[in-house]
């Protein structure tokens, strides 16, 4: 089992993580420059998850504040 998984890992080591650098071969660009677009894209792409998270439950709140049934007058 052990020796499965360290193939695994020398396949994905050998053929995975030559992506960014055949992109940029591809590209005329450097391997560096394509690696870290990939970096900022993914927390871009995380914080506007988040961000949006935070809008929706401060909606929601605000929503449960706004139309709280009150049973009475003297609930005011």
């Not at 053929?15 to 005329?28: C, N, T």
């Amino acid at each position: 089992m052990r020796s499965f998984i360290y193939n695994i890992r020398y396949f994905f080591e050998r053929h995975g993580f030559y992506v960014s650098s055949r992109l940029a071969d591809k590209l005329g660009m450097r391997a560096k420059s394509v690696r870290l677009f990939f970096i900022y894209a993914s927390f871009f792409t995380v914080g506007i998850g988040f961000v949006f998270y935070l809008i929706l439950a401060f909606w929601l709140k605000l929503k449960d504040l706004v139309y709280t049934k009150r049973t009475s007058v003297f609930d005011l």
